[in-house]
């Protein structure tokens, strides 16, 4: 079964440095996406950035990159130059891809607590 | 572009009654995924409706049901709600296998 493990509950950052958060998955599928998503304090959810299993190069938006290691089963994001508005909850997620069916169901796992602080 | 619409924004309800949430996926995603969140489960998926088909569906009881329509747009319904159905439901629209998934901003249901 797909299984996503956020070990960081809780993580500072000082306004204008880089900070790593990270995220390690599980499955036995050979074809996957993967996500990250950010949940300020309203409650909704804002996707920052995708990774597909097969895609050769680590993925960037801006000031989000992923930090991808297919052997090691992890996603990292990396925030650089993190701003006042970056404190927020972040979600790791997945998606199985099958050769057939699959659908677009993501397992999440349970989220940092980023603090951005001056 | 719109992006996800979820309505009501939040809600209370009884033990007891049932609840009807709705969610407009963004122009051309046919894909409508619906989630759970609580403090002490995290984000749960309860289904997915992909072209007004049921395409996969979570761990939760028959009191939690889901359609969809021709324009895509979906809803859920909660009957016979329990205390702990209060959560925040989030609704997703993509396409199929796309490489971005986006949310509404969720309904805060509260049950008492």
């Known amino acids: 079964a797909q299984k996503i493990t956020q070990t960081q509950p809780g993580m500072f950052v000082q306004e204008k440095e880089a900070v790593t958060l990270d995220c390690t998955y599980d499955t036995s599928d050979p074809s996957y996406g993967l996500f990250w998503y950010k949940q300020p304090s309203s409650g909704e959810m804002i996707f920052l950035i995708y990774q597909g299993s097969y895609d050769q190069q680590n993925a960037t938006e801006g000031r989000y990159s992923l930090n991808f290691q297919k052997a090691r089963k992890s996603a990292n994001l990396v925030i650089s130059a993190s701003q006042l508005g970056d404190s927020a909850m972040y979600f790791c997620a997945m998606r199985e891809e099958p050769f057939t069916g699959g659908g677009n169901k993501l397992t999440f796992g349970t989220g940092t607590q980023l603090k951005v602080e001056l | 572009k719109a992006g996800v619409t979820q309505t009501p924004r939040y809600l209370i309800k009884t033990r007891g009654q049932q609840v009807t949430l709705s969610c407009s996926p963004i122009s051309g995603h046919r894909s409508v995924s619906w989630y759970q969140q609580t403090p002490g489960q995290g984000l749960q998926f309860l289904f997915e409706?992909?072209?007004?088909?049921?395409?996969n569906k979570g761990n939760f009881p028959g009191r939690f049901s889901g359609r969809q329509f021709s324009n895509s747009r979906s809803e859920m319904n909660v009957s016979t709600l329990e205390l702990g159905d209060s959560a925040l439901y989030l609704c997703a629209s993509s396409r199929d296998r796309g490489t971005e998934a986006f949310f509404g901003q969720g309904t805060r249901l509260t049950v008492v």
């Open positions: 409706y992909f072209s007004e088909t049921q395409r």
